[in-house]
C-alpha cells in the first residue's frame, strides 16, 4: 500500500485529502505545517511514496520544504497544491523539482489522475534503483570468478580505468569474457548510474550500422520515416561498448574517432553537430595493429581507443581458475533449473581441467549448462561431457601438443619435413587464435619475436 504525506495548514483540508486519498486504498499521513513534515520524513522517508505539499504555510513555506525534499529525499515525487496559482510560482516549483501543481479548489478527478501518475513514476524510479543496484552488484569485481595471477592483473587494471574516462581497448579470444570486463568497467566508475549501450559492430550489415551508431534525421534516406537516436547519443553521460571493434568498416571508423576527438556527433542527414559525453570501450579478437599494417585499420583510431589496453588470457593459460569457474555454473543453473545442487564428480572435474577450452569460458558456461540438463541423478559423471571426450582433429591439442596434418611424397629429406610441418603447426595457430601472434607464439611455446621471424621466413602474413 502506498503511503502519502499531506501538508498543508489548513485542517480541513487535509481531512478532506484524507477521505479521498484513502477510499483509493493509499495510507495517508498528515502534517499541519512544514517542519512537521520534515521531521517525519526525517525519521522514514523511505516510507513514503508521494508528498501533497501547500505552498503557503507559517515557519516553514512549501518552497522551502519542497527544495530540502528535492535535495535530500529526491525520489520522492512532490504534487503542489495551492489557492494561490501564478505562472512565477508554477515555474519557480518546477525548477525546484515538483512533480505537478494543483490549484484550490480541488478538482477531484485531477487529484485522483495526478496522484495515479506520481505514484506509478515513484514506483518505476525504485524499479530503475533496484535494478541498477543489483546489475552492479552482479558486474562488480568480486563477481568475476579467478584466482589466477594473469586474472589478478586484469582486476587491478579494472580498478585503476573504472575511476577515469579515458577509452579502453579490451583484447581476447572468443569467448574469454570482454563483455563482463567492459561491464565492471562502466559499474565501478562514476557512469554507472547512466546508460551502458553495447553494439556488435560485426553484426550488423555495414549499410545500417552507421545509423545505428549516429541515428539519423526523418527523411535522411528511403525509409526514414521518422527520426532515430544512435548508440553513442543513447550512451550519452554513459558508456559505449563498441564489440567486435575489427568488424568496424573504415568510413565510419573516421566518423567515430571524430566522437573520441571533438566529443559531437552528427546524425545521417543532419544539419551540425550535437556534443556529447560518452566513454568508448572497445573489444576486439582480431589483432588490431596488424590491421593497421594492412591498411585495413586507422592507425590514428588505434591509437586513440587504445589509452588503456587490457589482455584477457585464454582459458588454458588459467587452468587453475577452472574449478572455480564450474562451481559458479553449477550453482546458477542448478538454481536456474529449479532442482537441487548437482555435483562435479571428481573424474568429470579431472576432464574440464585438463581440455583445452578453444571456445573459453563461453564453452566452460554451455558445457557445464549441458550438464546440468543431462545429468541423471546429483552427480556429472565423465559420460555427461561428451566434447571433453571427443577426439576428433579439432580437439586435438592438449597443452603444446600438435598433430600433423601434412602429406609427404617419396624423396623429402629431413630438413624438408622438418619445415614444412613447422610451417604447418604456425600456420594451423594462427588459425586458431585468428591471427594474433603473441597468442600463437605461445600456443607453441616460442620466443614472439622468433614467432614473428618465422612468419615472415614462410609467407605467413598474409591473409592466407
Given at each position: 500500500?502506498?503511503?502519502?504525506?499531506?501538508?498543508?495548514?489548513?485542517?480541513?483540508?487535509?481531512?478532506?485529502?484524507?477521505?479521498?486519498?484513502?477510499?483509493?486504498?493509499?495510507?495517508?499521513?498528515?502534517?499541519?505545517?512544514?517542519?512537521?513534515?520534515?521531521?517525519?520524513?526525517?525519521?522514514?522517508?523511505?516510507?513514503?511514496?508521494?508528498?501533497?505539499?501547500?505552498?503557503?504555510?507559517?515557519?516553514?513555506?512549501?518552497?522551502?520544504?519542497?527544495?530540502?525534499?528535492?535535495?535530500?529525499?529526491s525520489q520522492i515525487p512532490v504534487v503542489i497544491i495551492t489557492?494561490?496559482?501564478?505562472?512565477?510560482?508554477?515555474?519557480?516549483?518546477?525548477?525546484?523539482?515538483?512533480?505537478?501543481?494543483?490549484?484550490?479548489?480541488?478538482?477531484?478527478?485531477?487529484?485522483?489522475?495526478?496522484?495515479?501518475?506520481?505514484?506509478?513514476?515513484?514506483?518505476?524510479?525504485?524499479?530503475?534503483?533496484?535494478?541498477?543496484?543489483?546489475?552492479?552488484?552482479?558486474?562488480?569485481?568480486?563477481?568475476?570468478?579467478?584466482?589466477?595471477?594473469?586474472?589478478?592483473?586484469?582486476?587491478?587494471?579494472?580498478?585503476?580505468?573504472?575511476?577515469?574516462?579515458?577509452?579502453?581497448?579490451?583484447?581476447?579470444?572468443?569467448?574469454?569474457?570482454?563483455?563482463?570486463?567492459?561491464?565492471?568497467?562502466?559499474?565501478?566508475?562514476?557512469?554507472?548510474?547512466?546508460?551502458?549501450?553495447?553494439?556488435?559492430?560485426?553484426?550488423?550489415?555495414?549499410?545500417?550500422?552507421?545509423?545505428?551508431?549516429?541515428?539519423?534525421?526523418?527523411?535522411?534516406?528511403?525509409?526514414?520515416?521518422?527520426?532515430?537516436?544512435?548508440?553513442?547519443?543513447?550512451?550519452?553521460?554513459?558508456?559505449?561498448?563498441?564489440?567486435?571493434?575489427?568488424?568496424?568498416?573504415?568510413?565510419?571508423?573516421?566518423?567515430?574517432?571524430?566522437?573520441?576527438?571533438?566529443?559531437?556527433?552528427?546524425?545521417?542527414?543532419?544539419?551540425?553537430?550535437?556534443?556529447?559525453?560518452?566513454?568508448?570501450?572497445?573489444?576486439?579478437?582480431?589483432?588490431?595493429?596488424?590491421?593497421?599494417?594492412?591498411?585495413?585499420?586507422?592507425?590514428?583510431?588505434?591509437?586513440?581507443?587504445?589509452?588503456?589496453?587490457?589482455?584477457?588470457?585464454?582459458?588454458?593459460?588459467?587452468?587453475?581458475?577452472?574449478?572455480?569457474?564450474?562451481?559458479?555454473?553449477?550453482?546458477?543453473?542448478?538454481?536456474?533449473?529449479?532442482?537441487?545442487?548437482?555435483?562435479?564428480?571428481?573424474?568429470?572435474?579431472?576432464?574440464?581441467?585438463?581440455?583445452?577450452?578453444?571456445?573459453?569460458?563461453?564453452?566452460?558456461?554451455?558445457?557445464?549448462?549441458?550438464?546440468?540438463?543431462?545429468?541423471?541423478?546429483?552427480?556429472?559423471?565423465?559420460?555427461?561431457?561428451?566434447?571433453?571426450?571427443?577426439?576428433?582433429?579439432?580437439?586435438?591439442?592438449?597443452?603444446?601438443?600438435?598433430?600433423?596434418?601434412?602429406?609427404?611424397?617419396?624423396?623429402?629429406?629431413?630438413?624438408?619435413?622438418?619445415?614444412?610441418?613447422?610451417?604447418?603447426?604456425?600456420?594451423?595457430?594462427?588459425?586458431?587464435?585468428?591471427?594474433?601472434?603473441?597468442?600463437?607464439?605461445?600456443?607453441?611455446?616460442?620466443?614472439?619475436?622468433?614467432?614473428v621471424y618465422k612468419c615472415q621466413e614462410y609467407g605467413l602474413?598474409?591473409?592466407?
Open positions: 500500500m502506498a503511503k502519502i504525506l499531506v501538508v498543508d495548514d489548513e485542517q480541513h483540508v487535509r481531512k478532506a485529502l484524507l477521505t479521498l486519498l484513502s477510499k483509493q486504498g493509499y495510507e495517508v499521513v498528515e502534517a499541519g505545517n512544514g517542519k512537521d513534515a520534515l521531521k517525519l520524513l526525517q525519521q522514514g522517508h523511505e516510507d513514503y511514496s508521494l508528498v501533497l505539499l501547500d505552498l503557503h504555510m507559517p515557519e516553514m513555506s512549501g518552497m522551502e520544504l519542497l527544495s530540502i525534499v528535492h535535495k535530500q529525499y489557492a494561490y496559482s501564478t505562472a512565477e510560482k508554477t515555474m519557480e516549483a518546477m525548477s525546484l523539482g515538483a512533480f505537478d501543481y494543483i490549484t484550490k479548489p480541488f478538482d477531484i478527478s485531477a487529484i485522483k489522475r495526478i496522484t495515479a501518475k506520481a505514484l506509478e513514476m515513484n514506483r518505476l524510479t525504485t524499479e530503475v534503483k533496484i535494478l541498477r543496484k543489483t546489475v552492479a552488484e552482479r558486474y562488480s569485481l568480486d563477481s568475476i570468478i579467478g584466482n589466477s595471477s594473469c586474472m589478478q592483473a586484469v582486476y587491478k587494471m579494472v580498478g585503476k580505468v573504472a575511476a577515469t574516462r579515458v577509452p579502453v581497448l579490451i583484447q581476447g579470444e572468443s569467448g574469454t569474457g570482454k563483455e563482463l570486463i567492459a561491464k565492471s568497467i562502466h559499474f565501478n566508475s562514476a557512469r554507472a548510474g547512466f546508460p551502458l549501450v553495447t553494439i556488435n559492430c560485426g553484426a550488423i550489415p555495414s549499410n545500417l550500422l552507421e545509423s545505428e551508431l549516429f541515428g539519423h534525421e526523418k527523411g535522411a534516406f528511403t525509409g526514414a520515416v521518422s527520426q532515430k537516436l544512435g548508440k553513442i547519443e543513447l550512451a550519452d553521460r554513459g558508456t559505449l561498448f563498441l564489440d567486435e571493434m575489427g568488424e568496424l568498416p573504415l568510413e565510419l571508423q573516421v566518423k567515430l574517432l571524430r566522437v573520441l576527438q571533438e566529443h559531437e556527433i552528427e546524425r545521417v542527414g543532419g544539419v551540425g553537430a550535437r556534443k556529447i559525453d560518452v566513454r568508448v570501450i572497445a573489444a576486439t579478437n582480431r589483432n588490431l595493429l596488424e590491421m593497421v599494417k594492412q591498411g585495413t585499420f586507422r592507425e590514428d583510431l588505434y591509437y586513440r581507443l587504445n589509452v588503456v589496453s587490457i589482455d584477457l588470457p585464454p582459458l588454458r593459460e588459467r587452468r587453475e581458475d577452472i574449478t572455480d569457474l564450474v562451481q559458479f555454473f553449477l550453482e546458477r543453473y542448478t538454481k536456474e533449473a529449479g532442482v537441487d545442487y548437482i555435483y562435479m564428480s571428481p573424474e568429470a572435474m579431472e576432464k574440464l581441467c585438463h581440455f583445452h577450452w578453444p571456445g573459453n569460458v563461453r564453452q566452460l558456461q554451455n558445457v557445464v549448462y549441458r550438464a546440468v540438463v543431462m545429468a541423471s541423478g546429483g552427480m556429472i559423471l565423465p559420460e555427461d561431457l561428451p566434447v571433453v571426450n571427443r577426439d576428433s582433429e579439432e580437439d586435438v591439442v592438449s597443452g603444446n601438443a600438435f598433430v600433423l596434418r601434412e602429406k609427404f611424397e617419396v624423396g623429402f629429406v629431413m630438413r624438408d619435413v622438418l619445415r614444412k610441418s613447422e610451417r604447418s603447426a604456425m600456420q594451423w595457430a594462427l588459425e586458431k587464435t585468428q591471427g594474433n601472434k603473441a597468442h600463437a607464439a605461445k600456443m607453441l611455446d616460442v620466443s614472439r619475436k622468433a614467432f602474413d598474409s591473409n592466407e
